[in-house]
């Protein structure tokens, strides 16, 4: 792994349009930097809305291929044979549909990056193909038999952790290896929660210019409230909940009545007082919320609601079981390391 000291880090100058400058994020721009003057594959990791898409343009921004096309493709998002013809293009009549000869993301990458998204949701077929181009850097179209050769620097992203992947035989371990080259991890923003009052500044400024308002001043409490919440959605969470309180306020000030309910009221450590257990209203609300607060498009409102119920689920065992981890793993009825490792993915460990 590429890594700075800190005093090599705290001298790397941010980058342009990306916002945080605590030691998480120090580090994370000194590998940016670091990697971008090369040709070296990158894999992203982190969780959702974490910025390895910010990342990912940045590297190939500052990149000496910076004025050639950075090509996104979400693997999560496409069905494997149309992944498949999007990645590497078709030949007209190679399936149903196919009307013309078409070329794939690949050759439009090229002398450019292609950024991989979500490369852990390819099937192992796919995986193979995405190997030899690694290797080989040539490909051929769908239904075709001319070989192609491309200049593409190719940078993927997993909200999983990749090698877990690799363990359960989901994910090829050649593959991991070719991607994982350089590893960067974006740290979730619960982490880095020294950020958080220059994340808020950035997106008020972007989205009172967007909508025309003058929300400028954020009271302390609110602010303290936001520093606070554990952000299962991270940054892109933080940016829907400025932009709706840019939109919702009706004086200049956000105050904390403006946040919604869930950022408001999260007491530090276990449980929202006086709900006694009943999960099922408790889920029922905490999806209703996050419902409200998603955007129209927002692509991660299941994982973040998911992910909100999990913790407060969680945290409302273990004080139920009087902070005894192995009892509370127990009732649960999962294994006590994955109960260690949720405890520190939601920020729930002894001490926060
Ligand atoms: N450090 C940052 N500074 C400014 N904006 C950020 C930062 N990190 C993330 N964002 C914003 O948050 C949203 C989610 O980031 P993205 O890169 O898409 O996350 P991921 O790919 O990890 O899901 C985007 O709108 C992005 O512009
Ligand atoms: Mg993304």
């Keep these: 792994m590429l890594r700075n000291s800190s005093d090599d880090a705290a001298a790397t100058p941010p980058i342009k349009g990306i916002i945080g400058t605590g030691q998480a994020m120090q580090q994370v721009y000194a590998i940016t930097r670091q990697v971008a003057a090369s040709n070296a594959s990158v894999l992203l990791t982190g969780e959702t809305g974490t910025g390895k898409e910010v990342i990912a343009r940045a590297i190939h921004e500052l990149s000496p291929r910076g004025s050639g096309p950075f090509v996104r493709v979400n693997c999560g998002a496409l069905s494997e044979s149309l992944l498949e013809s999007e990645l590497f293009g078709h030949v007209r009549g190679s399936f149903t549909g196919a009307v013309a000869n078409r070329a794939g993301r690949f050759e439009a990458a090229h002398t450019g990056t292609i950024f991989l998204d979500e490369i852990n949701s390819t099937s192992p077929q796919l995986q193979v193909k995405l190997l030899r181009v690694l290797q ?127 950022i408001r009221g999260e007491t530090v450590g276990p449980a929202v007082p006086g709900r006694g257990g009943d999960l099922d209203s408790l889920a029922r609300e905490l999806v209703e919320q996050g419902m409200t607060t998603a955007a129209e498009d927002d692509a991660n409102l299941f994982e973040r609601v998911v992910s909100r119920v999990e913790r407060e689920l969680i945290s409302q065992m273990l004080a139920a079981c009087g902070g005894v981890q192995l009892k509370a793993a127990a009732r649960l009825g999962i294994n006590r390391n994955t109960l260690r490792k949720k405890l520190t993915e939601h920020g729930l460990e002894d001490g926060e």
Aim: aromatic letters at 8%; a negative charge.
């Design 136 to 262: 080989e850097r040539e490909f051929e179209r769908v239904g075709d038999t001319e070989t192609i050769r491309v200049d593409t620097r190719v940078i993927a992203a997993s909200n999983r952790e990749l090698l877990d992947e690799v363990a359960c035989e989901r994910f090829r371990e050649d593959l991991y290896y070719r991607l994982n080259v350089v590893p960067v991890y974006l740290p979730p923003l619960r982490a880095r929660r020294e950020d958080i009052p220059q994340l808020v500044s950035h997106f008020l400024e972007i989205y009172n210019e967007e909508n025309d308002r003058f929300v400028t001043h954020i009271h302390k409490d609110a602010l303290e409230a936001l520093v606070k919440y554990h952000w299962p959605g991270n940054v892109r969470e933080l940016q829907n909940v400025i932009e709706r309180c840019v939109v919702l306020a009706t004086g200049d000030e956000i105050d904390l009545a403006l946040l919604p309910p869930t």
